[in-house]
C-alpha cells in the first residue's frame, strides 16, 4: 500500500463527498486506501459513506472523540508507506497524491510534507509556518505580522513567502499533512490530550526533534474551504483554539509559558470584545452587534482556555 487517507468528519456530508470524489484522480497511479472516521455526526455523513463509497473503510464513533483521538483511529489501522491527514473540506486535484508520495521518495530525510493550499477563489491559504512561539504570537495579536517592514515581522506565518518554491518549515498544516511510516514508528501518534486544536503542531515539533525535516513542496495542490467542521462551534471554536494553544506551551515550555499565553490570548480577546462592544453601540448594524456577542462570550468562558489534564 502506497498511502493510507486518513479523514476525519464531524457534520460535513457535502463537502466529504466532494472530497471523496476527488481523490478518484490519483486512484489509479498509487495503491491507495481510504479511512473515514466519522465523529458521531447527526447528518447522515457516515451513512453516505457506506452507501456510496463502500470499498473506504468506515469507523463509525458513538461519541464525537475529538480530532486527535479520531485521527489516531485511522493511523492504528493504516497500512500504507505514507500516511495522509486530509480534512473532509477538501478537494485534491490532479495528481497531488502520485507528486506528493514521489516527492516524499525522493527526500528520505523529510518527515512531513505540505502542498500548496488554495482557498475557495483560487487564492493561496499561508500554510505552513514555523512554531507559535510567545514571540510569533504577539506579533500576530498585536497585528505587527501585517506590516511588511521590516520583513522579519511576517516571520511567524512566513508571509512573505508566495509559497511557489520548497522550503523548510516548523508548522504543517493538518489539512494536508502526509508522514511516513517510520516517523509513526519512532515518534507516535498524535497526543490525545489535544482534542481538535494544535496537535498536529505537537506532532510537527515531536517531529523535527527526532531529527526529521519537514517541508512544503508545490508539487501539486488541493482546495481547502476551512472551518467545514469547527464553524459550527460559534464562540467554543475560539475557547478552544485557545486551549490549545495554551496546552502546547505548557507542554513544550511549561506551567509558566503557558500561563503567559493565556494571559496574552486573554487580553487580545479582551481588547476585541471591547472594540466591537464600543463599535456596536456606534453602528447598531447587526454585524458588528453579532462580532461584539461573539468576542464577550468568549471572554466570559475564557477559563475553559485553560488546559484540565
Given at each position: 500500500m502506497d498511502i493510507s487517507i486518513v479523514i476525519v468528519s464531524w457534520n460535513t456530508r457535502e463537502m466529504l463527498r466532494s472530497c471523496l470524489k476527488s481523490?478518484?484522480?490519483?486512484?489509479?497511479?498509487?495503491?491507495?486506501?481510504?479511512?473515514?472516521?466519522?465523529?458521531?455526526?447527526?447528518?447522515?455523513?457516515?451513512?453516505?459513506?457506506?452507501?456510496?463509497f463502500p470499498r473506504i473503510n468506515l469507523i463509525r464513533n458513538t461519541d464525537n472523540k475529538g480530532f486527535g483521538t479520531a485521527t489516531n483511529q485511522g493511523l492504528r489501522i493504516a497500512k500504507g508507506r505514507y500516511s495522509l491527514l486530509l480534512n473532509s473540506d477538501t478537494l485534491c486535484h490532479g495528481d497531488v497524491l502520485a507528486s506528493s508520495v514521489a516527492y516524499m521518495?525522493?527526500?528520505?530525510?523529510?518527515?512531513?510534507?505540505?502542498?500548496?493550499v488554495l482557498n475557495e477563489d483560487g487564492t493561496t491559504q499561508m500554510t505552513g509556518s514555523r512554531f507559535p512561539s510567545f514571540l510569533n504570537l504577539a506579533l500576530q495579536t498585536l497585528g505587527l505580522n501585517r506590516l511588511k517592514h521590516p520583513r522579519w515581522l511576517q516571520r511567524y506565518q512566513m508571509l512573505d513567502w508566495d509559497r511557489n518554491d520548497e522550503r523548510e518549515v516548523e508548522v504543517i498544516s493538518g489539512c494536508y499533512l502526509l508522514v511516513r511510516k517510520e516517523v509513526l514508528n519512532s515518534v507516535g501518534l498524535l497526543d490525545e490530550s489535544f482534542f481538535l486544536y494544535g496537535e498536529e503542531t505537537d506532532w510537527c515539533r515531536r517531529c523535527s526533534e527526532a531529527g526529521w525535516q519537514l517541508r512544503f513542496a508545490p508539487v501539486g495542490s488541493i482546495t481547502h474551504y476551512g472551518s467545514g467542521s469547527s464553524q459550527q462551534l460559534n464562540y467554543r471554536r475560539d475557547i478552544m483554539l485557545s486551549e490549545g494553544t495554551v496546552r502546547l506551551h505548557r507542554k513544550h515550555s511549561g506551567a509558566v509559558a503557558g500561563t503567559f499565553v493565556?494571559?496574552?490570548?486573554?487580553?487580545?480577546?479582551?481588547?476585541r470584545s471591547i472594540y466591537w462592544s464600543s463599535r456596536s453601540i456606534v453602528t447598531r448594524d447587526s454585524a458588528t452587534t453579532q462580532r461584539a456577542n461573539h468576542f464577550r462570550q468568549v471572554v466570559s468562558h475564557f477559563s475553559d482556555a485553560w488546559p484540565i489534564g
Open positions: 481523490l478518484s484522480d490519483s486512484q489509479q497511479q498509487l495503491r491507495i486506501e481510504t479511512i473515514v472516521i466519522d465523529n458521531a455526526s447527526d447528518d447522515g455523513s457516515a451513512d453516505m459513506v457506506a452507501a456510496e521518495d525522493a527526500h528520505p530525510n523529510v518527515g512531513m510534507m505540505g502542498c500548496k493565556w494571559l496574552l490570548l486573554l487580553a487580545f480577546n479582551l481588547s
